[in-house]
């Protein structure tokens, strides 16, 4: 993180990356000074409202964040950075993105909670397009155009006044991860107010952070009972919108879940926050576990990533891989796609048990809608494909899985295999 001052000091010349929150209400024009080295720009956290025409000098410029400001449009200057390909205005005031603001070139695109009613035909005109995030703006449709983008694997439109779900999104070849619950045309599944058990949270008590994510921050922790104290992990929700979508629509995706070992549910919602935060208390899992893989970098995109010396064994890969698509198989049978399903969201242990979790992303469908279901389900396994290519990649040995990645992961979505053809294939290598 730099400071106003550090910048106007000039010892900065040769950096690559600038992170400037100083209650900026304009952009700092000696920023400009960096234009040879700079290529990674956040000033999110200030409250800037215009970018000068002279933002155009920063020519090595890939990624700009400008999160948490006050921007009411997308600067159309962005479109003349000629290697810009992220960009990020979460949480702004955005309600119009001009037709031609946008960088050919640009491959993640954040515009959650904004105040966003449509988006330009011209979106459609962007061929290395793989991120979008809109959740929580007031959209009531998505240009057609979006089905040009054939490069899409990731969008987030949940939160929206979207009234129907586009057929050609279901089409997309690439398309693995699919946020949308929050729309008035998603389904909802009910909920009794008393299916979970509510904790006060004066029986709570925390301990150090285990992980997070977009939708909140995960803790250990301890449950006082009776009978002592349980120590179980605690999920907070980071606030009321995530770029994922709304708290409650994770919690109803938990409990709709119920149990499964292969995947995390919860314990208990936690009640009574003296900051009226959402949280959830879900089963401590045992320190043998870890994350399979990393969250996607500004590089990656859209893939998880690795140290450079992961390995798996065969036995662990067939493992995780059944555990997974168990898991997903249970969820789909519910009408629930998750919407994340990725190694970061997985754990696992040294013998390769899995355990799914979190459901921040998670969406409701009918599994009984023959036109919808069946390519909801095999968007999903695009996913499980990208996951299992992970496996095969670090192992020497899982060449015999290679055509069922393949499978899982052609352009033709109807004709991926469901989950349960998946658990019939890896159970008959496990065999």
């Not at 249970?330 to 990725?342: E, K």
């Amino acid at each position: 993180m730099h400071s106003l001052e550090m910048l106007r000091s000039r010892p900065l010349l040769d950096t690559p990356r600038l992170t400037l929150p100083a209650g900026l209400t304009t952009f700092p024009e000696e920023i400009l000074e960096l234009a040879d080295s700079l290529e990674i720009l956040d000033l999110s956290n200030n409250a800037l409202t215009t970018l000068p025409d002279s933002f155009a000098k920063l020519h090595n410029l890939r990624v700009v964040f400008f999160n948490n400001n006050c921007f009411e449009r997308v600067p159309e200057v962005l479109a003349q950075c000629p290697n810009l390909s992220m960009i990020g205005f979460k949480a702004n005031q955005i309600a119009t993105v001009p037709a031609e603001s946008l960088p050919p070139q640009t491959r993640w695109l954040i515009l959650t909670d904004n105040r966003l009613r449509s988006l330009p035909e011209s979106i459609g005109h962007l061929p290395h397009l793989q991120k979008l995030m809109l959740a929580g703006n007031r959209l009531q449709a998505l240009p057609e155009t979006l089905a040009a983008c054939q490069n899409l694997e990731l969008i987030r439109i949940a939160a929206n006044q979207l009234d129907h779900l586009p057929p050609w999104l279901l089409s997309l070849p690439r398309l693995s991860w699919l946020a949308y619950a929050g729309n008035p045309f998603s389904r909802q599944a009910p909920i009794s107010a008393n299916a979970l058990p509510q904790i006060p949270w004066a029986d709570l008590s925390l301990g150090e952070v285990l992980g997070q994510g977009a939708s909140g921050v995960i803790s250990r922790g301890w449950w006082r009972q009776p009978q002592g104290q349980l120590p179980v992990a605690v999920k907070l929700f980071k606030g009321a919108m995530t770029s994922d979508g709304l708290p409650e629509d994770e919690l109803r995706a938990c409990i709709t879940a119920g149990s499964h070992p292969h995947l995390i549910g919860p314990l208990g919602q936690v009640v009574e926050h003296p900051e009226q935060k959402h949280g959830l208390v879900l089963p401590l899992v045992p320190d043998t576990y870890r994350v399979m893989g990393g969250p996607p970098s500004l590089e990656s995109c859209t893939r998880d990533i690795y140290p450079a010396n992961t390995e798996f064994g065969l036995a662990a890969v067939l493992a995780i891989a059944q555990g997974v698509a168990a898991a997903a198989a249970h969820l789909h049978s519910r009408g629930i796609l998750h919407g994340d399903l990725y190694p970061h969201n997985t754990l696992i242990d040294a013998l390769g048990d899995a355990r799914l979790s979190d459901f921040g992303a998670a969406s409701f469908y009918d599994p009984a809608d023959r036109a919808v279901a069946p390519a909801l389900e095999r968007l999903e396994v695009r996913a499980f494909g990208c996951l299992l290519e992970d496996l095969c990649d670090r192992c020497p040995s899982a060449h015999i899985l290679r055509l069922l990645q393949q499978a899982c992961m052609q352009p033709d979505v109807l004709a991926r295999p469901s989950f349960e053809d998946v658990l019939e294939a890896l159970r008959t290598f496990a065999a």
